[in-house]
């Protein structure tokens, strides 16, 4: 059971848009900066968002993030059928026993 | 170009002991926090373990008196000592480098190195 939850999966046609949440609690995103990485099957993670809503140089403004209270939404436009992967949120958690924590992770299936 | 290269994984069995390493080049090591991240297969991302610049390190719950984390500066690598291993170790273990801002997140990972812990 993650700290941060994620829908398990979700699903867009080529060209569509999609939002993928993630909610937590006072203790981490409430009070903390939230990323969100994308992964492809064998490969490491790749940032896509930091800071609740910066982009890296390189990632396509295609990609959006944004945090309000306890969760944070990743939004996708113009999908395309290279986006299909696993979106992972990520941030720090101040509770007792401090540590990073991630989502459970979202399929992203571009149908 | 930043690089982190990690080794050390293989097969234990459970209650044994492995050592991963973390070496690192293209950044100033000394001051970037570290961290390692495992992804069991076919599951999430799990933080494992991260230290700091100075003496601070950090453990998930389930690794923690288990796994011990630590850098040496002078080799630009970071360690990760796992004892008392587990099934549920099994996993492939990224490091990480934290940006310098400490605001808790990874633009570089290396390419993971297998712990497998079976019989």
């Known amino acids: 059971q993650s700290v941060l939850t994620q829908p398990p999966s979700v699903s867009a046609a080529p060209g569509q848009n999609v939002t993928i949440s993630c909610s937590g609690s006072?203790?981490?995103?409430?009070?903390?900066?939230v990323s969100w990485y994308q992964q492809f099957p064998g490969t490491a993670p790749k940032l896509l968002i930091y800071?609740?809503?910066e982009r890296p140089s390189g990632i396509s403004d295609r990609f959006s993030g944004s945090k309000s209270g306890t969760s944070a939404t990743l939004g996708i436009t113009g999908l395309q059928t290279g986006d299909e992967a696993d979106y992972y949120c990520?941030?720090?958690?101040?509770?007792?026993?401090?540590?990073?924590?991630f989502g459970g992770g979202t399929k992203l299936t571009v149908l | 170009e930043v690089q982190l290269l990690e080794s050390g994984g293989g097969l234990v069995q459970p209650g044994g002991s492995l050592r991963l390493s973390c070496a690192v080049s293209?950044?100033?090591?000394?001051?970037?926090?570290m961290s390692w991240v495992r992804q069991a297969p076919g599951k999430g991302l799990d933080w494992v373990s991260g230290?700091?610049?100075?003496?601070?390190?950090y453990y998930a719950d389930s690794v923690k008196g288990r796994f011990t984390v630590s850098r040496d500066n002078s080799k630009n690598t970071v360690y990760l000592q796992m004892n008392n291993l587990r099934a549920e170790d099994t996993a492939v273990y990224y490091c990480?480098?934290?940006?310098?801002?400490?605001?808790?997140?990874?633009?570089?990972w290396g390419q993971g190195t297998l712990v497998t812990v079976s019989s």
């Open positions: 990520g941030t720090w958690d101040n509770s007792l026993g401090a540590g990073g924590v």
């Open positions: 293209g950044f100033t090591f000394s001051s970037h926090a």
């Open positions: 230290v700091g610049t100075g003496d601070a390190t």
């Open positions: 800071d609740n809503n």
């Open positions: 006072s203790s981490n995103i409430g009070n903390r900066y």
């Open positions: 990480a480098k934290e940006d310098i801002t400490r605001h808790f997140f990874f633009q570089h």
